[in-house]
């Protein structure tokens, strides 16, 4: 009886659950559930362009890496300079717009000061007597960058600009501890693009102090006495005092002959570099030891020690002066034609001011053969040992001058590659000082070595 009730129960469950299935496809049928509305995305608002400067001096280029900030910039010298800065933003400069038709440059241009940061650390033109196959600012940069691996360009770029930063960067910590000794403190400044005067300051430094302290009798009186006496001598005015104070004329293009700054344009091949204003210095202070051509000045002052008379009776006959009248020792030469187996540059056989080529100013002679052994030992040497003539002058500079002390600097393999240079037609009779460096095209001059 109860298995029959419990049947009857699963039958009626059944029959159901077949009603409410025919309800729900009913419904399913005839009621269609709305599809769900399309999602949209918003349309993004269009920002207008964020207007950029652009630099008067400065060519814009879109930055490929992450921007970099004046941050980066380590030197004294270019840290503030807004063309630098727009530099590393990516905005290279094109040296080569900079430059004007007539070849010049304006002091107050960021290629001025481009150039003045490579003369800080060494940099140099090429020989005169090599062929000029570029303009002077463009060789110095392509210089720069073959030496420092970089691509050929007349651009400067953030690579250039933080490569050099870094090496000047490096140079004004060593300018400030060797400028601090200088007894002298009044040294004008230039332009923002040019040198800082404690790099001045050092290179004075470092070229009085090379010598035997006999020769540089070091405080502020006998420094004073041979800028007032032998600096202006030279070229482009040297180094003056003026009421604003010591002037170096001959290596700020922007600072006239009162000293004060103007904004010109300068001839680029013409600025003066470190080495060839060591060599100034030395030259014009060797005439303010020549006691032919200054008295003595005490026992405090350097001025007229040097007795010139033995050096210059070895290439000039001395028993009579061909110029009386002229205060620079004019006698005839011993052996004209003689010239390059005698002198060590173009400029130590002298002038003339009477018509007679054989009639020279004698005192250039020991000046640059001074000049000569204090910065190209080496090369002296070298060519003392194929002279007669100048193996006596560097013996007389040796131990009438410099007590025996002798410098080794300079490279005698350049020798060669100046001889040939001087056969090419309108050379002159000997090379200049600074062409037994920068006939090398890869020439940097180092302070420290004197390379």
């Known amino acids: 009886m109860n298995n029959q009730r419990g049947f009857a129960n699963i039958i009626i469950l059944i029959f159901v659950v077949i009603v409410l299935a025919g309800i729900g496809s009913y419904f399913a049928l ?42 980066n910039l380590n030197s004294n010298f270019f840290r503030n300079d807004t063309t630098a800065q727009n530099i590393l933003l990516g905005n290279s400069f094109s040296l080569k ?17 481009f150039l003045n940061g490579l003369r800080q650390v060494g940099y140099t033109g090429i020989s005169s007597l090599l062929p000029v196959t570029e303009s002077s600012p ?37 300018d400030t501890q060797l400028a601090t000794s200088l007894p002298l403190s009044n040294i004008v400044s230039g332009f923002s693009t040019e040198p800082l005067t404690t790099h001045v300051a050092m290179l004075l430094t470092i070229t009085l102090q090379s010598l035997p302290s006999s020769l540089a009798k070091w405080n502020s009186n006998n420094i004073s006495d041979y800028i007032k006496t032998q600096g202006p001598g030279g070229d482009a005015g040297g180094i003056q005092y003026t009421a604003r104070g010591i002037c170096f004329l001959n290596y700020f293009p922007s600072l006239d002959s009162q000293c004060n700054s103007t904004n010109t344009t300068i001839v680029p091949g013409l600025m003066k570099d470190d080495p060839s204003l060591v060599y100034n210095i030395l030259h014009e202070y ?46 005839k030469l011993k052996n004209q034609g003689n010239e390059r187996s005698e002198f060590v540059t173009d400029y130590a056989i002298g002038w003339t001011v009477t018509g007679d080529e054989s009639c020279k100013s004698s005192v250039e002679d020991f000046a640059e053969s001074f000049a000569m052994y204090v910065m190209q030992g080496n090369t002296f040497r070298k060519l ?31 020798i060669p590659a100046v001889n040939q240079a001087l ?29």
């Not at 006596?392 to 410099?402: E, H, I, P, V």
């Open 423 to 451: 056969t090419a037609p309108y050379m002159p009779l000997l090379p200049t000082f600074i062409d037994y460096l920068t006939i090398n095209k890869d020439f940097v001059w180092d302070y420290l070595t004197g390379q």
């Open 30 to 71: 005839n009621h269609q559930v709305p599809p769900p509305p399309p999602i949209t995305t918003p349309t993004p608002k269009t920002l207008p362009p964020v207007p950029t400067a652009t630099p008067p001096e400065a060519s814009m280029a879109t930055p490929t890496t992450k921007p970099i900030t004046s941050k």
């Open 384 to 414: 003392a040992e194929t002279k007669p003539v100048i193996t006596q002058k560097y013996t007389w500079l040796k131990n009438n001058a410099f007590a025996g002390k002798e410098y080794f600097n300079g490279n005698a393999n350049n």
């Open 97 to 113: 717009n900079a430059i004007n038709q007539d070849g010049t440059i304006s002091t107050n241009s960021f290629a001025t000061k």
């Open 286 to 331: 060797a005439h303010y030891l020549d006691s032919k051509v200054y008295t003595s000045a005490g026992s405090e002052s350097s001025k007229g020690v040097i007795d010139t008379q033995g050096f210059t009776a070895i290439s000039f006959d001395t028993s009579a002066n061909c110029n009386p009248s002229s205060p620079w020792r004019f006698f």
């Open 138 to 174: 463009l060789a110095w940069l392509h210089k720069f960058q073959r030496i420092n691996n970089l691509p050929k360009s007349d651009n400067i770029g953030s690579a250039e600009l933080l490569k050099l930063d870094n090496l000047v960067s490096v140079r004004e910590s060593m």
